[in-house]
């Protein structure tokens, strides 16, 4: 990663029989009025993987007991730059889902989600990630449209190499 790109965790919580999953509407800053998995930066020296417990815990309540990295988004845009989201599910979940300054957690049905109101990108590579796959996604913008864009599935061993690498600024 080059000192331009920002780096982001993002974090799906599921009930116990993968059935539902839990999104946030973000309150304030990127990606106000959008639903979306619970997440952001790493704080100084944190590793990815810790950042994205602590993002969930802070932005929804919950606690993981075992959560699975399943993806890395790695976008370029015009207008924002490089970004690149380390992606993770949670199907052992505990805790008390609470609404944070940031978030306004709401479960929804894996089988009924329309999309509406999320990430541009999210209906290309949402589903891979519902499906059960390991991905490397790439999309590129040019102001908010989508001009470009790879899912790839990649194995565990893969995604480890890209974490391995990731420590916070
Ligand atoms: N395209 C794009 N750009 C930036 N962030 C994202 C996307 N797609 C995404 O899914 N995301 C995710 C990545 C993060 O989970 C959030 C953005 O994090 P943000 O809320 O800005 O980070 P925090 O560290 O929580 O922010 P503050 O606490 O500083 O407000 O969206």
């Known amino acids: 990663m ?17 059935t539902q999953v839990l999104l946030g509407l973000k309150k304030r800053g990127m990606g106000v009025g959008l639903w979306n998995g619970f997440g952001g930066k790493p704080e100084l020296g944190e590793t990815i993987d810790k950042c994205a417990r602590r993002e969930l815990k802070e932005e929804c309540g919950l606690e993981a007991r075992s959560m699975q990295h399943v993806g890395v ?7 924002s730059g490089q970004v690149e989201v380390f992606v993770y599910t949670a199907k052992d979940i505990v805790g008390d889902v609470i609404e944070s300054d940031e978030m306004k957690p709401k479960w929804f049905k894996v089988a009924d989600l ?8 999210a209906r290309e590579w949402w589903p891979t990630m519902l499906q059960g796959n390991k991905f490397v996604a790439r999309f590129e913008f040019v102001d908010a449209a989508i001009t470009s864009k790879e899912i790839k599935h990649v194995d ?5 190499l890209l974490r391995s690498s990731a420590i916070g600024p």
């Not at 988004?73 to 207008?79: A, E, G």
């Not at 329309?114 to 990108?121: G, M, V």
């Open 73 to 79: 988004l790695l976008m370029k845009s015009t207008t």
């Open 156 to 160: 565990a061993k893969q995604l480890a």
């Open 2 to 18: 080059d000192l331009l790109t920002r780096r982001y965790t993002v974090i799906f919580p599921f009930n116990s029989d993968g």
């Open 114 to 121: 329309t999309y509406k109101d999320t990430y541009k990108e």
